[in-house]
């Protein structure tokens, strides 16, 4: 009789998946676009403060921009999203 031992995975390597922020981006996106809240939350500042400050020189006629990115996230897969926004940090569209 063969005594095999049953494998233990309790202590095995995991592969941790980066934070795919690409659903939280999109609805603020859509919902706060005039705000550039989704900017901040992927992380540009820069890009954040620019779409603010467009929306109350233009009264709030720039956030059809901060829409549309929503839109534009919210269709990526999961992996396009994350390689271009959050790994490629392409800040506009």
Known sequence: MENT???ETWNAPQTVKPENKKVLAGVLGII???LGI???ILGYT???IIQ???SVVT???A???GFIEGIIYLTKSDDDFYQ???VGKKPWF
Do not use: D, R
């Open 63 to 65: 956030g059809i921009v």
């Open 5 to 7: 031992k049953p494998e």
């Open 52 to 54: 603010i400050v467009l």
């Open 38 to 40: 989704h900017k901040f």
């Open 32 to 34: 706060f676009g005039y």
């Open 46 to 48: 820069k890009e954040g």
């Open 59 to 61: 009264c709030g006629a």
């Open 84 to 86: 271009t926004y959050q």
